[in-house]
Every structure is written in structure tokens, then in C-alpha cells.
């Protein structure tokens, strides 16, 4: 395993790019090449990725049918965009997914092209159970993410994010996540402060909910969480919408990240590997009474980005069967038996593995350790990133499509990552 | 000139797609081909495109330069989807813009990448601007639009857009943009309320504005009054956004839309055609010593869309020289020249005749007229929009690489639309 | 005219109360007596009173006949707290109320007890003129001045009383009142932020005024106006909320300030001089039809303040007949006559007359030369204080009931103090 | 014990009072004379009175000695209003308060007077804090009361009431108080909340509680749980705001209801008995380091009170030793006793006695069985009230002052109204 050694010249970066720049800081080189689970730099330096474009990449970088598609589609002059007008790219999707996803699932859906990121559709799901109900508050959990923009902002639970609004965050009431604290029981708190005429928190518009948080540290709502969740939503009238941005597209094992749990919210939030390809777009599916929208009473200039649709129509083959969702859960099994064989050498530091199906992670109370681990791997040619409000679980995001060998040779390194970190630490 | 007969079947859509589509519903067939001002449906008829993807398509439909490089990144498996990380496609964008756009125009900005929508570069600029100042409020003007997003939606002024959030809309003061009543001097205006301690207007992280405003209804404000906004805001140390994203890109003859009024804002927003494509694309330009964001303060998952990248850099060669510029300013004249003729001759219908460089109108006071034109036009083969609150402006933009052929024959259904709304409203 | 000399130990009030104290710096006395128009201090020095409890004192100071009702009230052991049940003291009062105030000027009011503050009556006419519209928005004006709890203050127009709030005050928007500016038509500019779906104002629940502007800096707002801006409110379906805490009982000329005007708000606050003894008392005068409140959806604990209620039913009885707002109308010119003599006399300082009835001012534009009047009348035994968001006013609030002696040597103690000031501010 | 039976015509309520009013509506009749523990209505009927104002009586209706120094302040013509100018009687206010109160508790604090009302005090100490903090939550807890203006009623849990606002009320975080519910550990949850980075909870500005919640169903807080929550408080650098409205002035059995878990909150709300004669009066105790407030920063009409100045200042005379604590902690005891009595003989309805001090109640689980009592009560002469967010308890309030005799007869009342409760509600 070779470790970087020449320095990359980042000084573009540097000058002309804004101090907001993140990844570019962890991963200092230039990317320019990138197949399957594998990516190149400028040097020819070759990287395994466990980041997988923060879940955006579930089908690997530049899956060969699909950019045969996308290569064909531009040949042809196809419409690249097309506001909300409909296009032929528009009808496949919509097509395709409703056969592929939602009819064999038994879930009835209207589809919403809200602009084409994870915080849109977020936005264009709050701003609906809002105006559907007439109420203003919404419930998140602790440890949640849903985007920048200031709606999703406000559900979002990170202090370092929610400081960069620059106003206070208004109208959300973050409550304890499913095994917040052992001494708080999460579900109980919930149903007193929609039962309680006194709680001070008023009747919310919906609950917001992540199935795996994932940037707020793996952490995993179980079936019997999420369904107890689910009814007490119902007892009370409220909402139920999942934001299924980074856990959905099969990254837990299914295509919707709460089909284990047999819940049906009344909203979900889909992006990240919607497309396939990494291509931006995102959808809000939405139970069909409560698609009250005015027309373009939500709209956005890249609601038709015709390239993601054909990108994401030829994604769906994926899940003709169900084979690939197999697949994740075998490899997901076969992770977690070795991050936890590498937990228990390093015993030391009392890393905690976390997660499911391919979305996993190592929790390392040791301040900075989970940081350093990243920071070892890279130098070893391996990409992944941490998560929590402290930086504080390595995590684990490949391509749902890695082969065994991609993810033993990751796994070695992360070992040896660890181990490198404990000694850099100690 | 063909009128459409033959009904699409839109069902899909119709059965599928939320309510809050908007566009199929006055452009009522399936779009599958587009070249230059062109668009042709399934069924083989053509469209003269005075939409251009309400402008996101300033330099046309598939341009082929563009399309070339698009097709040969795609085919060498360039990193495709990359966050925030380093890529060449990146630095080729970063390197160019610098050359291209901000140097000859003594501009010296820093360049953030916020998520690649019109919302999120405004987003990050109202949470810059307060963050920096440590104030709430945000100056906007009657009629502006800004997207979609809550913070976005609290400084557009359209109600029904606003009523979509389904939550009072906060910190935000819309103040009468230029010419918006006779009787009220809107500079007058602004400067008394920041300098009168007792104006109930607390001091403003920002002001944001539009030099032209495109959903709002063709408005334009005069270089003169640009101006004054900007001492205005110097003197009282506010700071000045400027909204370029429908206005931006070369759309009112420059290729920033302030540039003839001669004012550096503080912070500038770019979408729609930066990526020249019609790719999801967007920047925040940052005046350099504003630039106090913490790494990944604000962050999103599609921040790095290398084909817009690599688009958008192509796209930068129309500016090399100023002969682009020049040209758009002569078409700008051809149709405003025809415009008024049109409006002339149906005087009847007092139409005016608004708008700068090929970011043009004409606002037609009976209600509904100008939406039964555009009906008229669309079923003459050509597409235009109406603008703003109650829909009353026909609005072209054209792409800007349309020849004079293209132009001549859009305008002339136009003036034959004119004149059919005319007698079908009569 | 004794100049004070012998400093007052004011030390107590400097070790013990919060700096928030304020009236006690600029009158740095103990007082211990008052009459009429008079006040005495510890060491015996009178004062003639031009301030009036800032409006709070209209029948001056311990008027006999009231003072004699307290007395036989306390004496009788009558119920002197009462929450919100009935006490015949409170019956006597709602009796009389209705048959001198409101009954003789065809006023039909329900009448509500919220708290014995200005800020009380303003918050509970705001809550019920959200609950009953359904919305956010109220709409008030530069300089408004209606109190200093958070619904209040967010409609309040002063930036230094603003900032105390410690949060950003919203749901509120100010517009300019009469003759903010002579470039800006304030009444255009209302309705057209009414009708005008794209002005960025949401329609409002309610307008709140103060038909002379108090703290603002005796602003008048003409009776047209006033007709005009109900006339506006009434097209657009929009409350009209009258705060006449200050204006109110009197002190312009008539029971409600605004009956010159014609008008008939929808809701009415009250208070200062309700009690006519200076005693907490207020009340809110509602449209009956809005009267949606539920039993005890607004309360208190001091909404029944027996002794207001004694001393207030007393003080009607100035109202039985017109001649004591003659009265007023007799002595307001006969102070504006020599106020005029006065702005005229030292015309080199600018002085210019405001108000109406007795609430009248002299704006003088040097930084800090109001203030210094006030210091040198104080000086000489008047007590007057300073208006305006940059207390530019010299303020004129005397009793309704001084005579003319009391008024003359007291103009010509301003006299003096003009004159002083502008030598020591030359 | 005499069942009232003429009807009292309330019709002058009905016709001219809003339909807010309330406590006529429990108690229907006119009442007109009162003296210590009882109350006369217009018939001559005699009531018991164990609702003392809701806390302001805490020395019984029309306390001889104050009320001589009332006649007497009034017949000598002290100053009665004043702003917040210095009087006499506010000197001696101020001075007894010290010596009698804050000195021998050691306690030192700056005195701020608010405005005349709970709620005013309750604005002032989230102002200052938010202002002094820079921060704008606040924290308060489930079923708490802090008053009806907006500021107060953000952090007021109960959702009839706070619906009263019309708008979303923000800037506030209701956490669960001392045994919410015994699967959350309410101090765990406030820690991990203010330590954690991504609870969603912004640091606060203040943590705001009661000691013991009246209007909330007189819910006691554990001396160990605000011993905690003041610890936690100091770690995280929070303010403690105790609202002593209306526990203190000795309603628990100790000057201040925080007295005998020994913190020492950074703000202190007092208002209610503070008078001593049910007069209108409040103020805001300021830890001498936040006394932050510029002058009039915070300000309002009858912040100078000086009957209530006087009255208060002989009301301290109660605290000169330690013997009307004791008293109150005896008879607070022999209540409790009576009410465990009662609860166990009418065991059937499940009633569970609260409370502390003479701040008691029973709690009973039948819907409208407290309510019912109350209505007995009332008819038998005895004046109680409910409290509860579903009006579930049956509370007591007696004067503190009230003799054992007054005591056995309301109890024995009492018992009987439950008695008759529990067969009317078969």
C-alpha cells in the first residue's frame, strides 16, 4: 500500500476558493479519474473510496451502462433541461420508478421534483406539511441532519451548522432520537409532549426523522422505534416524514431505508444516489391526499435535469429483483464482522461499531482518533470520512456495488489505519 | 406556422407528478429534442425557445462545443460527482473564471461552491451576510424573487409563493424598488429608515437585490439608482448582495447585469446559465475579507457537479472578448425596436414595453392578457412565459447565441399571438 | 424662580436600583408631595409639572374628589383585588364607562380588563387581532412608541428600546407615518403594499397608530390621514388598532383623540390616565363581533385593581359635558400661541411647534439642545422632558386641569430655559 | 354553612365586558367588601377565601396596618405616581427591602421596577438575559406559567393559552420539570442537551422556572433537582431565572420559595403579594454583575407605584423575624394533613395531595371532578379555584395570615364539596 509521499500543488484552492471548503482540507490532491469503487489523482496515486460522495455514489463512480446512457443522450441532442416541462427522460423515470420502486412496494405516492439537492427536497417537505396542516412546529431528533438552506437548518441538529444561519432557528423542537440516553425514554417523551395540554410544545406539523443518522454518527433507529414512532404520529395527527437522503437508495439494505421497519410515512425525502451517477437530483414523495400544492407554489430552475433522469431510470434495473439488496446485506454483514474483529484488537480504544447494511461506522471516544484514523487511511490510500457532533465515528460508506476484494483490501487498511492512529496518539 | 392540434398524452404526468407542476400545464406535450432556440416534442413539432429555461440556457440548447467536452469527460471517466474535494475539472473552472470573468473586470471575489441551485447561493449569502455582521435583518425590494428556500422565500416578494412556506416569513424588510410608485422616492426611503433611530427598521445585515427583475415582472432599475443603493449601504455599513442569477451570465448585454452601473456588491449570486448547459450550477462570490466561514459551515452534497464544471469553463470562451456582449446589446435593441412596434400597433392593449439587453417584456394591464398570448404563441410554435404578480408581463429571453433569423420569426408569432389574444379576449 | 442648589442624596437609588433607572437622573430629586400641578421635593422645593406622569396625570396630581372616594373605598374594607370576578366597584365603572364615554359618541365596545399597563392592553388588542384574522403580520409606523414587552416592542419604531429585546423582533412591519417625508407618500405606499400581491408585506392582521405620536416626538397625524388609513384597512379587510394610552382621556382636545377624525378603530387601548389618580390601570375596547376571546385565553392577576376603578369612575365626571374638553381646546392654544412666541423669539435655534391639544412640543434640531431646555427648566422648578428617537422634542404634557397662572409661569420658565440653553450651547 | 341560591344579576358583565372574563364566571356574584380571610358580596353572603388573589393576598384582604398607612400616605398627598423619578416612598421601600430581605438572606441584588404586573418582571428578566448572554433561547419547563405577553407566553406551556398569541411563539425550549414522568430523567436530558453539539438545543440564554408550578398543578419541585439544575446552569455559563410571582413573598413558608434548597438565582421575579394589599406592584432582582440595562432601556408608566411602595413597605414588617415563616410552615402542615385526610376518605377518586407550604392541592384523575369541587365549594361560601393544564386540581391558596378557625371551616367545606362532587359526578 503505497503512502502519498509529493506534496499536491492546492494553491488554486487556496486562493480563489472560499475558507467554507471542507473536504478539499482531508484529502488534499486533485482528483481527476474515477471508476467503480476507485478513484486517481492528478499523480496517478490510486485511492479506494469509503465515502462514496457522502452516499451519493451507491452505484460506484461512472457505472459503465449508465454512462453509455448518458453519452447516447447527449449524442442525441436530448433536452439537457427543461424547468418542469415534460420531457420523454421525465416520463421513463416517472414510469420506471413507479413500476420498479413504489408499486411493488405497495406504497402510493405522488412525486415532487422539488430542485434538485437533499436540502430542497427537505424544504419542499416541511414547507408542505405546514401549509397541509396549518401548524408551524416540527420535531427532530437530536443528532439530526437535513441540509443548510434555513428551513432544513432549523431540523438540523449540529451547533457548529445551525451557528452559520446567523438568526436563531425557529419553529422546530428537537427531541431525544431512539437511544439518546438511557435514563430518557425517547418514545415516552414524545407522545406526553403531543398528549400533554400543558408540555409547551404546540401540536407539530410532522416529525422529521433520519432511519441511520448518518453525519449525526450512525447512529440506528430500530424497526420497533421507528414503528412506535410511526403510530404515535398517527394517534396525534401529525405528520410522518422521512428524510431518506443518505440512508435511502438502498445504502441500509433496501431500496427505502424504512421498509424493515414496515412503517409508511407520509413523506419522504429522496437524493444523494437517486440519480446513479452522482448527478444532482432529488425527489419528494408525498402521500397522494396531502399533495395539496398550488401549481408552482414550490418551483426551482433545476427541477428537470434530464441527464439525472436518465442516469436514475437506468439506476432502477438495479432493483428488479431483489438480488443487489441481497447483496448489500451480505456485504454489509461481512463489514461489520470485520470492523468489529478491528474493534476488539484495538480493545484499547473502545471503538463501537455502529450502523446497517452498508452504512457503518466506528464510534472512538478518544478525542481526535476517529479524525486521526481518517487521516492514516488517506496517506494509505483509502477515503473516508467521520461523523457525530464530535467527529467521533469513522464511517463507512462504500459503493453498494464494491466486490470483496475492494472490501478487504479497504478493511485491511482501516486496520492498520487504527492501529497507526493509536500509536500517533498515544 | 404550424397551430398544434393533436393532443399529447400527459397522462404520466398528470397520474404521477404532484400537483405543483406548473410549466406542463401551459406547455401541455412531451419535449424530447432541443438544438440552439430550438425544442421538438414526441410528435415532431418544432418550438422557437424565448424561455431558454426561464435562463438557464443563455448560449442555447446542446451547444456543441460544450456537448464535445461533456461527451469526452464522460467518456474518460472524470470524477463526475466530487463534494467539495479537488478535482482538475474543478481547478479548470476556478482557473478560467479568475481569468475570464473576474481580473479584466478589476472583480476580486472569492469563489464558494453552496449547493448547485439559484436557493442555495442566496442562502449562503443571507447566512454570510448576517453571520459576518452579526445582525438579522435583510433589506429586499418589492417584487424580488430569490427561490425557494425558507431563508430565500423570506426576501421574495410574490404572496403566493410566500403562503407555500406555511410559516410566517421573518427578518426579511421589503422596502419599493426603484420606480415603483411615483409618489414614493424609494431611495428617500431606505436611507431615512437606516439613518432614523426611531424608523422601527433595525439596522440590516444586507441589502439583496436584482438589477433586473425577471419573475417580479421585467422591472429594471436604472444604473443612477444602483448606484445610489450602494453608498446607501456603504455609508451605513450594510452590505450589498447582488441576486445575479436570472439576470447574470451575459442576459442584459454584460456579464454581470451591474456592470454598466459601475458597483462592486459585496456578495454576488450566479446559477442558472453559469453552467452553460443547463446543468445544476451555482457560485457565491465573496468579497475577500467577508470570507469568515468555517470549514463546511455551510456544506451540501453536490457542491462538486464536475460536468457543470467542466461545462461552464467552455462556456467562459463566449467571453474572451467583448464582441459576445456586443452582440446581445445589438439583439437587445433589434427586439425591443420590434417590441414596441408590436406595441404600437395593438395600442389598444397599452402595452409597455420593459426590460434591458435580451431580458425583455411587455406588461399588458388587462388581466389575463398577457397569459392568453403566450397560450396563443405556444400554440404558434413558440414558447415564452408571463412574469409578474398577477402575470401581467410577456416575458422573452431568448437564448443569446439565437440569430437574427430565429428572432424575426419568434417575434413575428408573437405580434400574431398579440393579436389573436386580442380578439379572443375581446 | 429658585435654580436648585443643595444636591439631593440620591445614593439609595444609586446602590440599590438597576441602572435601567432613568426619569431619576434627569429630575435627580426625591419628591414627596404633590397637588394639581405641583410637586414638592424632600427639602421643600416646588415644581411646576409640564410632564404629567407622561400623560398618566391628566387631572394632575391627588385630585380632592378622588382622593376623598380612595379614602372612603379603603375605609369601607371595599374589595380592593379582584382578579377578573365582578365587585361592585368594577360594575360602577363599566356602568359609567359605557353611559359618558361610550354611549354619547355611538361607541358600542365590549370592554376587557388585560393587565393594568399600556403594554398589557397593546399585547392583548395584537394577540386578538391575530387570532381572529389568522394572521402574523401588523403593520405600525415610524416612531410608534406602544411598549416595552416583546409584542409590543416589535412594533415599537426606537432602535436602543428595540435592542433590549435581546432577540430580533418580527411579525411586524413599519411603515411611514404622516408626513415621514416629504418624498414619500405614507398612504400610497400603504395601499399599495396591500393590493399589491408581489409588495413582500403579508397582508396584516391589524394597523396599530397612535394618532399623536408621544415618544416618537409629538408627531400629528392629521384627521384625513386617519380617515384615509380606516378607509385602507376596511378595503383590505385589516384591523384598525387605535393605542391611545398616551393621546387618550383628553389630552388632545377630546376623550379619544381620535374623534376629530371620525373614525371608528375596531380596537381601542387605554390607560395612563384611565384611573385618573395615576394608579395601574387599562383597559382594551373591542369591536363586539371580534370579541372571540376565550374565558380566560388572555388574564392577569391585576386586571381588577379596585381602587383604579374607584378613582376612574370618579374622573368621568369631568366628561358629562363638553366643557371640559373646551377647556383643553382653550388652553392647547393658549400654550401653542406661546410656544410659538418662544420659537420665534430664539428663532436662530429653529424651534418648531408640534402637537395637539395639550400635548404639544417644540422640535429643536441642534444635537442635544432639547435635552438642555429640559435641564435648565428643571433647574428652575419645571419638570418637562425631551421626545423623539433622538430627543429632539422639548415635551409639553401639563394637566388637563391647571389653570392659567400655572400655565404661564411655567411657559415662562421654558422661555428662560431656551434662552439658557442656547448660551450654554452657543 | 349557607348554599347560595338568589341569583346575582351579572347582566352589566355580560353586556359590556369581554367574553375573555373569567373568574365571574366560577364565582357568579358581586362582590363588595373584604377583610382578612373573608369575603362580602352585595347579598351579604360571607365566603371564605382560599384563592387569595391568586397568590397577591398572601396577607389577607385589606390588612389594617397597611391600610392606615394607605389613608394616611393618601391623605398627606405623597406623591402617588412617578415614573421612575426618586420619591419618599420608594427610598423606604428600597431601604426596608435590603435590610429586611436580601441582607439577612445574603443575598445582593439590584432592584429593577418593571412595569406593575408578573408579566413585566417576567419580559425584563428574558430581556436582560437574552441581552447579556447575546443569546436568544430560553429554556423553561413542561406545565409552566409565566404570564400572557408574548415574551412570557413563549415560555408558558400551556397550549390554550398560548394559542391566545395568533403567532408561532419562538425562541423558547420547553424541557421536561422535576418528575414529568418517571422514564425521563429531566436532569439528565437538561445536561445532555446543553453539553452535547448536536442536541439541536442552542445554549441558552436562561433556564426560567417556578419553584413550585401554581397554574401548572402545583407541581413541586425537589430542593436536590434545583440544586442540580442551578449547577448545571453555572457549568454551562446559563442564567437561572426562579419566577417567585407566585411562590414567593412567603406562600412556600420562606420569603423566597427558593429559600431551602439554597441556590441563589441570577434573576428574581417577584410581583403578586409583593404589595401586600393586592395593589398593583413587581420587581426584578438583577445579580449586581448583569445589571446591564442602559438607562430607560426597559421602561413603562407605573413602574412608581408609591401606594403599593407604602403598602409593601409595611408588609415587610412580616419578615423582621423568623415567626411568620414558621407559622406558615405550621399551618402548612395541619392543610396537608386535612387534605391527606380528606383524599383517604373519599379514596375512591384517587385524589393525590401537592404542594408545599400553604401552596397546596389534591389532584384528582376524574375529567371535571376538580372543577366540580370548586363549584361546591363556592356554593357552601368557600372560594377555591383549579389549576392543571386540564383543570385537575382543586388548589388552596388561604392568606398566610388566615387563623386555624378560618382554616378548619374552609377545610371542612372542602371535605364536604367533595363529598357532594363525587355523587353529582356518579
Not at 482540507?25 to 486533485?30: E, I, N
Not at 478513484?39 to 496515486?45: F, I, Y
Not at 416540527?138 to 451547533?159: D, I, K, Y
Amino acid at each position: 500500500m503505497i503512502l502519498t509521499s509529493e506534496k499536491t500543488d492546492m494553491s488554486i484552492f487556496e486562493q480563489l476558493e472560499s475558507e467554507v471548503r471542507s473536504y478539499c482540507r482531508s484529502f488534499p490532491t486533485v482528483f481527476e479519474k474515477a471508476k467503480g469503487y476507485k478513484l486517481w489523482d492528478r499523480e496517478g496515486r490510486e485511492y479506494i473510496d469509503f465515502f462514496a460522495g457522502a452516499g451519493a455514489l451507491n452505484y460506484g463512480h461512472n457505472n459503465s451502462r449508465m454512462k453509455e446512457k448518458l453519452i447516447e443522450y447527449l449524442s442525441s441532442d436530448g433536452v439537457i433541461h427543461s424547468l418542469d416541462m415534460a420531457t420523454s427522460a421525465k416520463e421513463s423515470f416517472l414510469r420506471r420508478f413507479h413500476d420498479v420502486i413504489l408499486k411493488p412496494r405497495n406504497l402510493e405516492y405522488k412525486v415532487m421534483f422539488p430542485g434538485p439537492t437533499g436540502t430542497n427536497t427537505v424544504e419542499s417537505a416541511l414547507k408542505l406539511a405546514r401549509k397541509v396542516t396549518g401548524r408551524d412546529t416540527v420535531v427532530s431528533f437530536t443528532r439530526a441532519f437535513h441540509g443548510m438552506t434555513l428551513g432544513s437548518l432549523a431540523v438540523t441538529g449540529n451547533a457548529f451548522k445551525r451557528k452559520g444561519a446567523g438568526i436563531p432557528l425557529t419553529h422546530s423542537v428537537s427531541l431525544p432520537y431512539d437511544q439518546y440516553d438511557e435514563h430518557v425514554d425517547s418514545l415516552t417523551l414524545l407522545e406526553r409532549y403531543l398528549e400533554d395540554k400543558g408540555s409547551g410544545m404546540d401540536l407539530p406539523a410532522a416529525v422529521i426523522l433520519e432511519t441511520v443518522q448518518g453525519e449525526g454518527g450512525i447512529n440506528v433507529a430500530s424497526s420497533e422505534w421507528l414503528k412506535q414512532v410511526e403510530q404515535i404520529c398517527r394517534r396525534h395527527g401529525v405528520l410522518l416524514i422521512v428524510d431518506d437522503v443518505q440512508a435511502g437508495c438502498g445504502r441500509t439494505g433496501t431500496y427505502f431505508s424504512f421498509e424493515p421497519a414496515g412503517i409508511k410515512p407520509d413523506i419522504v425525502c429522496l437524493s444523494k444516489s437517486l440519480s446513479g451517477y452522482g448527478l444532482p437530483f432529488a425527489i419528494t414523495l408525498i402521500r397522494p391526499d396531502l399533495d395539496e400544492w398550488g401549481p408552482g407554489e414550490h418551483n426551482g430552475t433545476f427541477r428537470g435535469h434530464n441527464l439525472a433522469f436518465v442516469a436514475a431510470t437506468e439506476a432502477l434495473n438495479f432493483w428488479e429483483t431483489d438480488d443487489f439488496a441481497k447483496e448489500i446485506q451480505r456485504k454489509g454483514e461481512k463489514v461489520r464482522t470485520n470492523l468489529e474483529r478491528i474493534a476488539e484488537k484495538h480493545s484499547s480504544q473502545n471503538g463501537e461499531v455502529r450502523g446497517r447494511g452498508l452504512m457503518l461506522g466506528i464510534s472512538f471516544p478518544q478525542e481526535g482518533f476517529a479524525e486521526e484514523v481518517c487521516k492514516e487511511a488517506f496517506k494509505r490510500g483509502l477515503i473516508m470520512e467521520t461523523a457525530g457532533p464530535d467527529s467521533e465515528v469513522a464511517k463507512l460508506l462504500p459503493p453498494l456495488t464494491i466486490d470483496d476484494e475492494g472490501l478487504e483490501k479497504g478493511l485491511s487498511i482501516l486496520d492498520e489505519s487504527v492501529e497507526a492512529a493509536s500509536r500517533s496518539l498515544l
